[in-house]
T-cell receptor
Framework: GAVVSQHPSWVICKSGTSVKIECRSL??????MFWYRQFPKQSLMLMAT?????????EQGVEKDKFLINHASLTLSTLTVTSAHPEDSSFYIC???????????FGPGTRLTVL | QKEVEQDPGPLSVPEGAIVSLNCTYSNSAFQYFMWYRQYSRKGPELLMYTYSSGNKEDGRFTAQVDKSSKYISLFIRDSQPSDSATYLCAMLRWVGGSEKLVFGKGTKLTVNP
């Protein structure tokens, strides 16, 4: 199946700092990528849709100025958590649909801990 | 009412048992139905994908969709300890030309040797 990677897999930062998470499609191009957040024992919640060459689309309740998304190329999307606070600690997962299908392949996730 | 409902379990079965996992949904706009498996601290892995009512089989896994009842199921035959994971149902619809995947809460399954 298609491979999606994320980096870093785990990050710990101090409150108030910014953290960048990368999502890459390794063997296919993705004009669209999705960013999810998953709190412990909760389901995945869609945060935003990342579009190559245009602005991201954010879900209701997600602050676009806090979660900056940049879809730099057809294989890379980045999520920057600005001025992170402890309540932003979560598991962030990206996904990308393989062209011509409606299935999304997920990255391994990034665990963010804000102290 | 949530769009997708899934019993979080936990579910514990002996090795070799048949496992039945279920989800219900309320939005008729969902057109595609998936099951993902998620191991602890890992991203979800796609197991099954279907878009019509009926059964779809892949090895020990069978996905069943009943659109009239808005009910989907995943059956695992001859369950193995390696099947121990959280199973997430997911359903896809389009919003403003963009696809949106909505997940259930996940059911945590433990298969005991």
């Amino acid at each position: 199946g298609a491979v999606v990677s994320q980096h870093p897999s785990w990050v710990i930062c101090k409150s108030g700092t910014s953290v960048k998470i990368e999502c890459r499609s390794l063997d296919f191009q993705a004009t669209t990528m999705f960013w999810y957040r998953q709190f412990p024992k909760q389901s995945l919640m869609l945060m935003a849709t990342s579009n190559e060459g245009s602005k991201a689309t954010y879900e209701q309740g997600v602050e676009k100025d806090k979660f900056l998304i940049n879809h730099a190329s057809l294989t890379l999307s980045t999520l920057t958590v600005t001025s992170a606070h402890p309540e932003d600690s979560s598991f962030y997962i990206c996904s990308a649909p393989v062209g011509g299908t409606d299935t999304q392949y997920f990255g391994p996730g990034t665990r963010l801990t804000v102290l | 009412q949530k769009e997708v409902e899934q019993d979080p379990g936990p579910l514990s079965v002996p090795e070799g048992a048949i496992v039945s996992l279920n989800c219900t949904y309320s939005n008729s706009a969902f057109q595609y139905f998936m099951w993902y498996r998620q191991y602890s601290r890992k991203g979800p892995e796609l197991l099954m994908y279907t878009y019509s009512s009926g059964n779809k089989e892949d090895g020990r896994f069978t996905a069943q969709v009943d659109k009239s009842s808005k009910y989907i199921s995943l059956f695992i035959r001859d369950s193995q300890p390696s099947d121990s994971a959280t199973y997430l149902c997911a359903m896809l619809r389009w919003v403003g030309g963009s696809e949106k995947l909505v997940f259930g809460k996940g059911t945590k399954l433990t298969v005991n040797p």
